[in-house]
């Protein structure tokens, strides 16, 4: 089993910027999957990035790309989520995802919810106009 734990969400202006942390205990290892998603209200849940626990390869959904940035720091076992130039549209819960499955390659297949094995409980970020 593995246990994630979101912080960082708020309220920040358009333009701002936030970071999201998420805390991995239990069974952690390096060939994990590590996955951002965001829902918000009314919506299905969105893939936003996704990274290797290992580091290297990263992926990101159009709307985010040259705005969020992902990360790990093994040492640490946390993974992060920064958000800049951040837009209403981006109005939503985080949630933190894990899939122990290792990929040698990330890409499109990784933005599927249903690869992620397990779920943090969600972190409410909403930016105001």
């Known amino acids: 089993q593995v246990q994630l734990v979101e912080s960082g969400g708020g309220l920040v202006q358009a333009g701002g910027s936030l970071r999201l942390s998420c805390a991995a205990s239990?069974?952690?290892?390096?060939?994990?999957?590590m996955g951002w998603f965001r829902q918000a209200p009314g919506k299905e849940r969105e893939f936003v990035a996704v990274?290797?626990?290992?580091?290297?390869?990263?992926y990101y959904a159009d709307s985010v790309k040259g705005r969020f940035t992902i990360s790990t720091d093994n040492a640490k076992n946390m993974v992060y989520l920064q958000m800049n130039s951040l837009k209403p549209e981006d109005t939503a819960v985080y949630y933190c995802?894990?899939?122990?499955?290792?990929?040698?390659?990330?890409?499109?297949?990784?933005?599927?919810?249903?690869?992620?094995?397990?779920w943090g409980q969600g972190t409410q970020v909403t930016v105001s106009s």
């Open positions: 239990g069974r952690t290892s390096s060939r994990y999957t």
């Open positions: 990274i290797r626990w290992s580091g290297g390869s990263t």
């Open positions: 995802a894990a899939d122990d499955r290792g990929y040698l390659t990330i890409g499109d297949r990784n933005s599927n919810p249903a690869r992620y094995d397990y």
